[in-house]
């Protein structure tokens, strides 16, 4: 069983910049591919970023791609998401998740079997 819990997010200007983390316990994430997901009102939830076991491999949704950036640490068994020059289109909860059994990223939210509660980015115009 692994127990994600995602901090950092909050109130911030268009323009401005946000660091999400991820910190899991229970187990090693360190295996396992990470993603990244948000949700907005009345929205489906929805891939905003990945990282594979090594962090050798990252993927982006278009939307956010040039403005965030996914990393992670081993020794901390976290994952970051670091969001810079965010517009009011991005406000959500966002939500970090561990890939069942694999060190792969997906896009695909059915292949993540364990989630944080999700931490909620306000950006104002």
């Known amino acids: 069983q692994v127990q994600l819990v995602e901090a950092g997010g909050g109130l911030v200007q268009a323009g401005g910049s946000l660091r999400l983390s991820c910190a899991a316990s229970?187990?090693?994430?360190?295996?396992?591919?990470m993603g990244w997901f948000r949700q907005a009102p009345g929205k489906e939830r929805e891939f905003v970023a990945g990282?594979?076991?090594?962090?050798?491999?990252?993927s982006y949704a278009d939307s956010v791609k040039g403005r965030f950036t996914v990393s992670r640490e081993h020794a901390k068994n976290s994952v970051y998401l670091q969001m810079n020059s965010l517009k009011p289109e991005d406000t959500a909860v966002y939500y970090c998740?561990?890939?069942?059994?694999?060190?792969?990223?997906?896009?695909?939210?059915?292949?993540?079997?364990?989630w944080g509660q999700g931490t909620k980015v306000t950006v104002s115009s």
């Open positions: 998740a561990s890939v069942w059994n694999s060190g792969d990223l997906y896009l695909d939210r059915e292949m993540y079997r364990y």
């Open positions: 229970g187990r090693t994430i360190s295996v396992s591919g």
């Open positions: 990282i594979n076991w090594s962090g050798s491999i990252t």
